[in-house]
């Protein structure tokens, strides 16, 4: 899975996040404004464990912590 790092600090699955902010302007941890350019995504894999993970079928969000 790749990431992106929003900054807040806060890692989703980058083409996850990217949906998502095609249908909203905040983050889905903090619920604070969230923009593309305030999303660094990562050429590396990551652990899916320390990945907040969007539910597809809706704006729900699925924290595996």
Request: glycine residues 2%; hydrophobic residues 35%; proline residues 3%.
């Amino acid at each position: 899975t790749y990431a992106a790092l929003t900054v807040y600090g806060n890692y989703f699955e980058y083409s996850a996040i990217r949906r998502w902010l095609e249908r909203n302007n905040t983050c889905p941890v903090t619920k604070k404004p969230l923009l593309r350019h305030m999303v660094l995504a990562s050429s590396h894999r990551i652990a899916s464990h320390r990945i907040h993970a969007i539910d597809r079928k809706s704006t729900r969000l699925n924290s595996s912590h």
